[in-house]
């Protein structure tokens, strides 16, 4: 199984509003990824975590929050987000493979915040 | 991370090959190069990766300049699957913490029937 899953697949939010993305991987990897792509542009990193600890933060707003409650699992909660938040968010895991890592990538959560 | 350059858009026909080029000519010693595929509508593909040999693998090719300062990956026979945008990125390995890819803008690549 070399699949990454996110739900939801979309999601509209109003700025007031509380949500979470869910990103679930089964290949037994202890890093996993959160990236944003906005429209015709490439993935921008947000976040790491290794071992279920938060590695790199790229300097994301606070109103995204990530959480690692095991090594198979990722959220990212969502806060007060602004319009300027819509977007591809994807989440990838990698394992440790010939020298560098190759991450897997999930389908993505098209958000909107209306 | 050091930076790449790639042409923004190719256009190839089906069942030729395919030759994707990259500058990455600020590459230091221990940086890999990585390739990624980003299909419409979907998360990133892993390609292929290398270090200073060539590699081979079931989706392509990846040749490396002797110099390293430059890469091609190369699509033996192109399909209408491979259109999409082909990502060359340097990693500097990371044990421990995770790697950091960093994205280009990449190289958009339409394929005719």
């Known amino acids: 199984d070399t699949e990454v899953t996110q739900t939801p697949k979309h999601l509209v939010m109003g700025m007031t509003n509380k949500k979470s993305l869910k990103c679930e991987q089964h290949m037994g990897h202890r890093a996993m990824y959160w990236y944003k792509q906005k429209a015709k542009k490439p993935p921008e990193l947000m976040f790491v975590y290794s071992y279920e600890k938060l590695s790199i933060n790229e300097s994301v707003p606070s109103r995204f929050s990530p959480e690692c409650p095991n090594s198979s699992l990722l959220n990212l909660h969502l806060h007060a987000l602004q319009p300027e938040d819509s977007a591809l968010y994807l989440c990838?895991?990698?394992?440790?493979?010939?020298?560098?890592?190759?991450?897997?990538f999930g389908p993505g959560t098209r958000l909107t915040v209306t | 991370d050091a930076k790449t350059t790639q042409p923004n858009s190719m256009e190839s026909n089906e069942e030729e090959p395919v030759h994707l080029p990259c500058n990455h000519s600020t590459i230091s010693g221990t940086d890999y190069i990585h390739w990624y595929r980003q299909l419409p509508s979907q998360g990133p593909e892993y390609v292929i990766h290398?270090?200073?040999s060539n590699v081979n693998n079931r989706m392509a090719s990846l040749a490396i300049a002797e110099d390293r300062k430059s890469s091609t990956l190369i699509l033996h026979r192109a399909t209408l699957r491979d259109a999409a945008v082909y990502y060359c990125?340097?990693?500097?390995?990371?044990?421990?913490?995770?790697?950091?890819?960093?994205f280009g803008t990449g190289t958009r690549l339409a394929v005719r029937p």
């Open positions: 990125i340097l990693k500097t390995p990371m044990r421990g913490s995770g790697d950091k890819l960093t």
């Open positions: 290398g270090l200073t």
């Open positions: 990838a895991s990698s394992q440790y493979t010939g020298g560098t890592y190759e991450q897997y």
